[in-house]
């Protein structure tokens, strides 16, 4: 593993915003961006929003996207010290 350096960028993929198709009960195919504020769903999450979404008669959740995108950091001297990559990149993602 290199080293961490004072000055240096570090980049890293983050949940961005999250997207749902669902099937109207009229037929039409509607994608909702964000449900409920989420920036990532998961299989549970997802099972979820099909079964409330069935049981309230809104129409048929057919699948959901995760799209990220890139965050930058640059190192400072602190992190250099410790070398502290792994840890740096959570903290990034917690925080975007």
Do not use: H, W
């Not at 299989?43 to 929003?49: S, T, V």
């Amino acid at each position: 593993m290199n080293a961490i350096k004072a000055g240096q960028k570090i980049e890293t993929m983050v949940a961005d915003y999250c997207e749902i198709d669902i099937e109207r009960p009229g037929g039409v195919v509607e994608t909702i961006r964000n449900p409920n504020s989420y920036r990532e769903l998961n299989a549970a999450l997802f099972a979820r929003f099909v079964q409330a979404t069935a049981a309230a008669g809104k129409g048929k959740v057919l699948a959901y996207r995760n799209i990220k995108k890139t965050a930058a950091y640059t190192v400072t001297a602190a992190d250099a010290a410790t070398d502290s990559t792994a840890l740096i990149e959570r903290a990034m993602r917690a925080g975007e």
